[in-house]
T-cell receptor
Framework: GQNIDQPTEMTATEGAIVQINCTYQTSGFNGLFWYQQHAGEAPTFLSYNVLDGLEEKGRFSSFLSRSKGYSYLLLKELQMKDSASYLCAVPVQTGANNLFFGTGTRLTVIP | DTAVSQTPKYLVTQMGNDKSIKCEQNLGHDTMYWYKQDSKKFLKIMFSYNNKELIINETVPNRFSPKSPDKAHLNLHINSLELGDSAVYFC?????????????FGSGTQLSVL
C-alpha cells in the first residue's frame, strides 16, 4: 500500500524561504509529484522527481531521497500568492497515473 | 481555452436524488480520471478511463457510475445521493499511460447533499 506524511499547516513570512517535507511509503517507486492547490481551485502541477537530488525551477525546488523515502519542496522569496496547499503524491501502479495524494500542507504567507 | 472543463461548478441537491457531473478535455489525452476531495482536503482517485475503457475502479459504491462516450469525455452519474457524498469532485486527464506525466485537473464540482 501507500502512505504519505506531510505537516498539516505551516506559516512563513513574505520574502523568506520555507521547506515543506514529505515522507512516503510505496511498493514500487515510480517518482514523486508536488502539486499546488489554491483554496477553491484545482491542483496544478509543480514538479516531478524520479532520481535523487535537487531539481530547481525558478523560486521552487524539489528534492528527493529514494533511500530515505523523503522529499521536500523548497519555496524561496515567498510571495503572498504562494499561500496555498501543497500536495505530495506518488503513482500507485506502473504504467498508469493513478496518483496517491497526501493530505497536503496548507501554507500561509504573512506580511 | 479551457483544457479540462467540468460542469456544474456547484451542485446542491437533496438526499436520494440522482445527479450527473460532466467533464470534457480538449488536450487530446487518452486517459481521464475522477478524483474526490473530502472536507479534510484528502484527494482520492475514484475512476480512471483510458480511451473509453475503465482501467481503475477504486472502492467506490456502485451508486457511482462513470460513463465515457468518447476519449474526450468522462461523465460521472451518482444515484441515490447520500450526505457523505458531499465533497468536491475533480475530473482530470493525462497523456497516454506513463507514470511521469502530470495530471491536468478541471476546476472541480462542489457537491452539497442536504
Amino acid at each position: 500500500g501507500q502512505n504519505i506524511d506531510q505537516p498539516t499547516e505551516m506559516t512563513a513570512t513574505e520574502g523568506a524561504i520555507v521547506q515543506i517535507n514529505c515522507t512516503y511509503q510505496t511498493s514500487g517507486f515510480n517518482g514523486l509529484f508536488w502539486y499546488q492547490q489554491h483554496a477553491g481551485e484545482a491542483p496544478t502541477f509543480l514538479s516531478y522527481n524520479v532520481l535523487d537530488g535537487l531539481e530547481e525551477k525558478g523560486r521552487f525546488s524539489s528534492f528527493l531521497s529514494r533511500s530515505k523515502g523523503y522529499s521536500y519542496l523548497l519555496l524561496k522569496e515567498l510571495q503572498m500568492k504562494d499561500s496555498a496547499s501543497y500536495l505530495c503524491a506518488v503513482p500507485v501502479q506502473t504504467g498508469a497515473n493513478n496518483l496517491f495524494f497526501g493530505t497536503g500542507t496548507r501554507l500561509t504567507v504573512i506580511p | 481555452d479551457t483544457a479540462v472543463s467540468q460542469t456544474p461548478k456547484y451542485l446542491v441537491t437533496q438526499m436520494g436524488n440522482d445527479k450527473s457531473i460532466k467533464c470534457e478535455q480538449n488536450l487530446g489525452h487518452d486517459t481521464m480520471y475522477w478524483y474526490k476531495q473530502d472536507s479534510k482536503k484528502f484527494l482520492k482517485i475514484m475512476f480512471s478511463y483510458n480511451n473509453k475503457e475503465l482501467i481503475i475502479n477504486e472502492t467506490v459504491p456502485n451508486r457511482f457510475s462513470p460513463k465515457s462516450p468518447d476519449k474526450a469525455h468522462l461523465n460521472l452519474h451518482i444515484n441515490s445521493l447520500e450526505l457523505g457524498d458531499s465533497a468536491v469532485y475533480f475530473c482530470a486527464s493525462s497523456p497516454p499511460r506513463a507514470t511521469n506525466e502530470k495530471l491536468f485537473f478541471g476546476s472541480g464540482t462542489q457537491l452539497s447533499v442536504l
